[in-house]
């Protein structure tokens, strides 16, 4: 008798009688996963390239160590566990809005 039962026959039938519904007209707000950071807007991204700016003008340790610098200062305003790839985009992006020098790149001779 059980070798004369069907799987898929099986499963449909343990299944819920559901009544489908139209899609919610808006979308809930996207969160992020765990670990994920928020989105930061230009504004913040103009107050990264002014700590910057802050540390190379400061000399010594500031200007030989100016991301080290950053996030310092970003975790003392309450921004905390800054990641070295999180600076490394935020250096990108202040870098193309025009807030940061573009570094030149070394060729070889």
């Known amino acids: ?21 139209a899609p919610r007209a808006t979308a809930p707000p996207r969160v992020t996963g765990p670990g994920r950071p928020a989105a930061r807007g230009d504004d913040f991204i103009a107050e990264v390239a002014a700590l910057y700016r802050e540390a190379k003008a400061k000399g010594g340790m500031p200007a030989r160590k100016p991301w080290r610098y950053v996030a310092e200062q970003l975790q003392v305003q309450g921004v905390g566990d800054v990641t070295d790839g999180q600076l490394k985009n935020w250096s990108r992006r202040a870098k193309n809005l025009g807030l940061l020098p573009s570094t030149p790149r070394k060729e070889k001779e």
Request: hydrophobic letters at 40%; proline letters at 5%.
């Open 1 to 21: 008798m059980l070798r004369s039962l069907r799987i898929g026959d099986l499963i449909e039938r343990s299944r819920p009688a559901n009544t489908w519904t």
